[in-house]
């Protein structure tokens, strides 16, 4: 039981490069939601899929964040170009189908820094 | 629009109960309390939730008011572990539900 993945733990870069986070869901969990926490906004929900496709995307900031959900076991979120204000941890989460238990697992986290 | 309010910030004493409140006065009859916690740099942790009746884990009760305006949740022996952000949230769903955090309540353990 490895919970959910993310990767990279820390990444350090530079305004305007292109940065991917990576995430792993718990298998058999079909619901995985991205999470953004800085300590002005607190933990924001930026996306969530169920089944692979995107329900809510209205908590991304703008366009040059994307995600994806290419299979149940993999998820991408990326920003391009990316700028010193999306320094934050991301965080990634499963659930399972609704109706079971309610619980968001949640991943260690991917902390980010813009130069 | 915040739908729960939590005191920002509470201490306890190490092996004592820890009490922790949350008002969610305009809750919905379908919506559910969750509460969580987060540690230092860790990802948030589920704790417990309910509907209308109090609840009872491994990790806390959950005591909720009968008119499901209020509820507590109680770490029954605090341990210095328990030093956490503990967040209250209402929801209507289980999983596929989007989980809004608010602020919480930041609980010290003191030895």
């Not at chain 1, 991205?34 to 930026?46: A, D």
């Not at chain 2, 309010?5 to 092996?15: H, I, K, R, V």
């Not at chain 2, 409140?21 to 809750?27: A, G, K, V």
């Not at chain 2, 948030?44 to 499901?68: C, F, V, W």
């Amino acid at each position: 039981d490895a919970g959910v993945i993310q990767s990279p733990r820390h990444e350090v870069t530079e305004m305007g490069q292109e940065v991917t986070l990576r995430c792993k869901p718990i298998s058999g969990h079909n619901s995985l939601f991205w999470y953004r926490q800085t300590m002005m906004r607190g933990l924001e929900l930026l996306i969530y899929f169920n089944n692979n496709v995107p329900i809510d995307d209205s908590g991304m900031p703008e366009d040059r964040f994307s995600a994806k959900m290419p299979n149940a076991s993999f998820s991408t979120l990326k920003i391009q170009p990316s700028e010193p204000r999306d320094s934050a941890v991301y965080f990634c989460a499963s659930s399972l189908p609704s109706g079971v238990t309610g619980e968001l697992f949640f991943g260690e986290g991917s902390r980010l820094t813009v130069l | 629009d915040a739908k729960t309010t939590q005191p920002p910030s509470m201490d306890c004493a190490e092996g004592r109960a820890a009490n922790l409140p949350c008002n969610h006065s305009t809750i919905s009859g379908n919506e559910y309390v969750y509460w969580y916690r987060q540690i230092h740099s860790q990802g948030p942790q589920y704790i417990i939730h309910g509907l209308k009746n109090n609840e009872t884990n491994e990790m806390a009760s959950l005591i909720i008011t009968e008119d499901r305006k209020s509820s507590t949740l109680i770490l029954p022996h605090a341990t210095l572990r328990d030093t956490a952000v503990y967040y209250c949230i209402v929801a209507t769903n289980f999983g596929n539900e989007k989980l809004t955090f608010g602020t919480g309540t930041r609980l010290t353990i003191i030895p």
